[in-house]
């Protein structure tokens, strides 16, 4: 079946140091993205890439980066300069072309905790 | 700015009633589109229903159905004929057009309770 497999689902990070957050689909979908939830909020734009080796920042961009070599793949690094970064983070893809009325296809999330 | 409100926390229903979820937006832009995620205690948020800005007619899905009142820049949500599984968080959220980036935003959720 098709979806979208984010990994790990837990993760724990320490201070000071970069963890990555791996995110791949294979539903052939051109973008996909990365949002941030925190308890009781709704979700907030980190990256949002529309094709492979182009990516935008969103709303919470700082302290992140991510990469898109492959279309399949959209990895998230949390970087030592996120001084918040306890949170749950949901990857969503959606195809781009005539297909406007469709919402995103999301990941089971990782939940980062600081320790 | 675009933005999504969502004003009810938490809003409760009895089994096999039906219930409407608010919200209201705010955008410049002409076109737009609103949309409905569901998302239960695992985490993963799961797409229920679209409504584009355009579109004459309210959009409608299974047990969902979008009452869109465009002046008003409302996009509530029915459930129809609650169930107990349909207990979880409720998004509403808005993706504009080229000016907007097509990025898509949330609103802060509703959590729904079903008793039995």
């Known amino acids: 079946d098709g979806g979208i497999t984010q990994s790990p689902k837990y993760l724990f990070r320490k201070e000071g140091q970069n963890v990555t957050l791996s995110c791949e689909q294979n539903?052939?979908?051109?973008?996909m993205y990365w949002y941030r939830q925190d308890p009781g909020q709704g979700l907030r734009l980190i990256y949002y890439?529309?094709?492979?080796?182009?990516?935008q920042k969103g709303d919470i961009a700082e302290g992140y980066s991510v990469s898109r070599e492959k279309k399949e793949s959209f990895p998230l690094t949390v970087t030592s300069a996120q001084k918040n970064p306890t949170a749950f983070y949901l990857c969503?893809?959606?195809?781009?072309?005539?297909?406007?009325?469709?919402?995103?296809?999301f990941g089971s999330g990782t939940r980062l905790t600081v320790v | 700015a675009q933005k999504i409100t969502q004003t009810q926390p938490g809003m409760f229903v009895q089994e096999k009633e039906a219930v409407t979820l608010d919200c209201t937006y705010d955008?410049?832009?002409?076109?737009?589109?609103l949309f409905w995620y569901k998302q239960p205690s695992s985490g993963e948020m799961i797409f229920l229903i679209y409504?584009?800005?355009?579109?004459?007619q309210n959009a409608t899905e299974g047990r969902y159905s979008l009452n869109f009142q465009k002046a008003r820049k409302s996009a509530n949500l029915v459930i129809s004929a609650s169930q107990l599984g349909d207990s979880a968080m409720y998004f509403c959220?808005?993706?504009?057009?080229?000016?907007?980036?097509?990025?898509?935003?949330f609103g802060a959720g509703t959590r729904l309770f079903v008793k039995a």
């Open positions: 969503a893809s959606r195809p781009l072309m005539g297909q406007g009325r469709v919402g995103y296809t």
């Open positions: 539903l052939n979908h051109d973008a």
């Open positions: 890439s529309q094709i492979v080796n182009d990516f």
């Open positions: 955008t410049s832009d002409q076109s737009y589109g």
């Open positions: 409504q584009g800005s355009y579109d004459e």
């Open positions: 959220a808005m993706r504009e057009g080229p000016n907007g980036g097509f990025k898509t935003i």
